[in-house]
């Protein structure tokens, strides 16, 4: 702004006008100026004519009938210079990033091609022992009938016979107890002493076992009243 300033100080507003579109020109073509210019930047009047050419004189070289302008040619110069760098360097970080992705590709194919059945079956053991862990250590609740020791007990038995306790094998069981005309709690105590992961009505009919239904409701009873009792002992102090 400095130069353009200390440069044209002696033009007219008309002058000033003319040589602005002459640059603008100039910048748009990226080339010198022909015979045409004077057309492209409107110039009408014999007064802008003369205007136009008392810019060209003061500030274009006329060579071969163009017009050369110093600091245009400089300023389009280096602009090109700059641009051609720029797309060198992203032409090479293209290559590079295509050559990292071709390598990539290479060693996931040959991982593929060596041992694909291995990987396979990895991931699905690996699927399955997750699975039976989160089975395993899901903690079900408590039927409010049944007794911390009888339910710890029976929870006890289904581990060892790596039967993991679900909600649905308890609902069974009490389905049957049902049947059998006992409780959830007699049923579990059954299961315990014979050493069942599960329970059918069936299995117990008409036989005549130490621990039949009807002894293990007895029992189941005789603990009701004996926790009543202690209950409803008065505290000494």
């Known amino acids: 702004m400095g130069d353009y300033r200390r440069d044209t100080g002696h033009l007219t507003l008309l002058e000033h006008g003319i040589y602005r ?97 291995n990987l396979t079956t990895q991931e699905t053991n690996n699927l399955t022992s997750t699975s039976k862990t989160i089975v395993a250590k899901r903690d079900f609740s408590r039927p409010e009938t049944v007794s911390e020791q009888v339910w710890n007990d029976f929870q006890t038995l289904r581990r060892a016979k790596k039967a993991p306790l679900t909600n649905s094998a308890i609902s069974r069981i009490e389905k049957e107890a049902g049947k059998a005309g006992i409780l959830l709690e007699a049923a579990l105590i059954e299961c315990c002493a014979r050493g069942w992961t599960g329970f059918k009505a069936d299995w117990v009919k008409g036989k005549a076992e130490p621990l039949n239904f009807t002894a293990a409701n007895r029992r189941l009873l005789e603990k009701f009243e004996a926790d009543e009792k202690l209950i409803e002992k008065p505290l000494g102090f």
């Open 21 to 117: 579109q002459l640059l603008d020109l100039y910048y748009i073509t990226e080339k010198p100026l022909d015979a045409n210019a004077m057309r492209l930047v409107c110039v009408r009047t014999t007064e802008e004519e003369q205007a136009y050419k008392t810019v060209l004189a003061d500030f274009f070289q006329e060579r071969d009938g163009k017009y050369i302008h110093k600091r245009c040619d400089f300023e389009i110069s280096k602009y090109k210079d700059k641009s051609s760098k720029a797309a060198n360097s992203a032409k090479t970080r293209w290559n590079h990033a295509n050559a990292l992705r071709t390598h990539c590709n290479v060693d996931a194919n040959g991982m593929l091609t060596k041992e694909p059945n």
